[in-house]
């Protein structure tokens, strides 16, 4: 092989002009060969983008023999002149003049043979699945929702802020949390009164995965202003819903001295710079999933960016789904955690558009939100969208230390002397909320399931991979 520089397919495919004519060098793996006793064909497809490059055999210069190892699969390296292409179907492709073989993939085994496989089949075989067009283009959106999120926070001044995996404070008081010990399993130490003994435990107390970062965000807003978390959170809920997984990405940004409402705008304007970052950055895989699998998810997405957002209370709207005359799985009355369906009826059937609701019961939500007067609300906020249900949760915090301790003691809550001294030393009005990642990219791929939208799901069950 000659000493030529390796070009990505997207390289090559999206500036034809500065390339055709030249000698190209490019590597990858083989979608499919086909062909006839004068000429092949090969797919090749690097991951760089959806589309694949076509590479041109001459059977006078390759033998019939020495093509037998290129199957689907296969990995290759080819050199070769890259011309107008005289093919339907793509712009240009790679006339071969060297071909060589890095690692082949028998089609007896190789399980991506014939295009079509189920998703449920994929995930059987999700160390795999990356290498098929639905998931690169999935995993190429996530990766650039990724960077946009980070993108969107930095512009405005935000502070990328690293909270711990692993601690001894559970957030959400939901309890649902992973433990984590090294406790001898079969031989647990005990106090006298029968309890584990934790004081044995590494860190000297009962330490879990975190269900989130708020508690340690919270400390860095009343320290730098603005911060964002970006990292996976753990909850050990028995769900086995299309929109829960065990293990999953959140971003959390808490902002010191904003009020409910600039945290709302903050939610609105954050998800749509996130979504026409995807429509303009990721306009082939977006394509290819909308023709493939969701005619609508263009027209979705647009819809959402030219629309504000809906504002409601909890109390209008558990009116709305009372009066909506509707037979829902679960019975809806004021102070009733709403249910999926409840929150999708008033989004797709009732506005037809993303909606934020407000000032939840103080007994649905969590003990940090901030009292509303009437003295049975909390400055809850959670925006709902449409095919997904529940997004992003926030809210004002309690930031008077006396309110706050006094919903401690009703909820029988241990003490947590570092996160009250946020409320003792130049306590601030703030707020913040947290986005469910994958709910991002399973709205933006239009997928159907949550565990197609990560690389490896983990569910109950399922730590495979
Ligand atoms: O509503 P949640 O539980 O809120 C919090 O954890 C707050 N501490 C956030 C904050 O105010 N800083 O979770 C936030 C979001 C949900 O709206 C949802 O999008 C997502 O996280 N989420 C899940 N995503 C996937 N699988 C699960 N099991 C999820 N649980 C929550
Ligand atoms: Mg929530």
């Given at each position: ?9 997207k ?8 390339y ?10 083989v979608r499919?060969?086909r ?8 797919a090749l ?5 959806i ?27 080819v ?17 071969a003049?060297?071909?060589e ?9 190789y399980?991506?043979q014939?295009?079509g496989?189920?998703l449920?089949?994929l995930?059987?075989i999700?160390h795999?699945?990356?290498?098929t067009?639905?998931?690169g ?10 960077y ?31 433990q984590?010990?090294?406790l ?13 003994d ?5 860190f ?11 508690l ?8 730098l202003?603005?911060?964002y978390?970006?990292?996976?959170t753990?909850r050990?809920?028995?769900?086995n ?6 293990e ?14 600039d ?15 995807a ?10 999933l ?10 979705r997405l647009?819809?959402?960016l ?6 409601l209370?909890y ?25 999926s ?10 506005f037809?558009?993303?909606?934020i609701?407000t000032?939840?019961p ?7 939100m ?10 809850a906020?959670?925006?709902?969208f ?12 309690e ?6 301790r006094?919903?401690?003691e ?10 009250m ?5 130049g ?39």
């Amino acid at each position: 092989m000659k000493d030529i520089r390796r070009k990505t397919v997207k390289d090559l495919l999206s500036s034809p002009e500065k390339y055709a004519g030249q000698e190209v060098d490019v590597k990858g793996w083989v979608r499919t060969r086909r062909g006839n006793k004068n000429v092949q064909f090969i797919a090749l497809n690097d991951g760089s983008t959806i589309n694949n490059l076509q590479i041109v055999l001459d059977l006078e210069k390759f033998s019939e023999e020495s093509l037998k190892p290129v199957t689907t699969g296969s990995s290759i390296h080819v050199q070769g002149l890259l011309v107008e292409s005289q093919g339907k179907g793509q712009s240009v492709e790679v006339q071969a003049n060297e071909l060589e073989i890095y690692g082949t993939a028998d089609p007896a085994e190789y399980p991506l043979q014939k295009k079509g496989h189920s998703l449920e089949f994929l995930r059987e075989i999700a160390h795999l699945r990356p290498r098929t067009n639905t998931f690169g283009a999935v995993l190429r959106i996530r990766h650039a929702l990724a960077y946009a999120v980070h993108k969107f926070f930095n512009d405005k001044g935000f502070y990328y802020f690293h909270t711990p995996l692993i601690t001894e404070s559970d957030c959400e008081g939901a309890g649902a949390m992973f433990q984590v010990t090294t406790l001898p399993l079969n031989n647990i130490p005990l106090t006298e009164t029968g309890e584990v003994d934790y004081s044995q435990d590494f860190f000297g107390g009962q330490a879990a995965l975190t269900v989130s970062g708020q508690l340690e965000g919270e400390l860095g807003a009343t320290a730098l202003g603005c911060i964002y978390t970006f990292g996976p959170t753990f909850r050990a809920e028995n769900s086995n819903t299309p929109r829960h997984l065990s293990e999953f990405w959140m971003i959390e940004p808490e902002m010191a001295f904003y009020e409910i409402q600039d945290n709302m705008d903050l939610a609105e304007e954050f998800i749509k710079y996130c979504i026409a970052y995807a429509l303009d950055n990721c306009k082939d895989d977006i394509q290819f999933l909308n023709d493939h699998f969701d005619k609508g998810l263009i027209e979705r997405l647009n819809f959402v960016l030219s629309n504000d957002f809906v504002r409601l209370s909890y109390t209008d709207g558990v009116k709305i789904l009372e009066e909506s005359g509707q037979k829902f799985e679960f019975p809806v009355y004021w102070g009733v955690d709403l249910a999926s369906e409840h929150e999708r009826y008033l989004v797709e059937k009732h506005f037809k558009r993303p909606v934020i609701l407000t000032d939840y019961p103080k007994e649905i939500k969590a003990f940090y939100m901030k009292m509303n007067d009437d003295g049975k609300t909390v400055r809850a906020m959670d925006v709902l969208f449409p095919q997904i249900g529940e997004i992003i949760g926030g809210s004002q915090r309690e930031e008077s230390y006396e309110k706050l301790r006094a919903r401690m003691e009703e909820l029988n809550m241990q003490d947590m002397p570092w996160y009250m001294d946020t409320r003792k030393f130049g306590s601030v009005p703030h707020s913040g909320f947290g986005l469910g990642f994958e709910r991002l990219v399973l709205f933006v791929t239009g997928m159907q399931n949550i565990r197609d939208v990560i690389p490896f799901p983990r569910y109950p069950k399922n730590c495979t991979f």
